[in-house]
């Protein structure tokens, strides 16, 4: 036995559950686990993704034997730029619309904004 059903039968043990309480909760039969085991088969993706869930772990891990290798650390950063983006992308946008020479004096003003820490005046008195 190799392959899916031993990664199944290695979380069953791990969790202390049992073939006929995971076809319980999957909603199918005992002996479709059998089959699988026999056959040394993967079941369809609707099944894999029941057994997935049940076991708390990734189809990906079930099917390849490959666990999600981003740590939380990478993922909330990826969420931040996303955050990021989101917040920003109008001024992107525009950015992306430059010349590149536009583009260098730009990046210089937010350079001497930073170093110097200056405050914009308030928008009410920014003329467009």
Known sequence: MSGFWQRVDDELEFLGINRAS???????SLTNIGKGLKLDST???DTAVKIASVLGVSVEY???????????????????Q?????????????CEQLSPEKEKILILVADNMEKSKSTLPAQ???EA
């Open 22 to 28: 995971l076809a319980r909760e999957c909603e199918f």
């Open 43 to 45: 079941p369809s993706a």
């Open 62 to 80: 079930l099917v390849n034997g490959v666990e999600n290798t981003k740590s939380t650390e990478v993922l909330e950063s990826e969420q931040n």
């Open 82 to 94: 996303l955050r990021l983006y989101r917040k920003h992308s109008e001024i992107i946008k525009k």
């Open 124 to 126: 009410e008195n920014i």
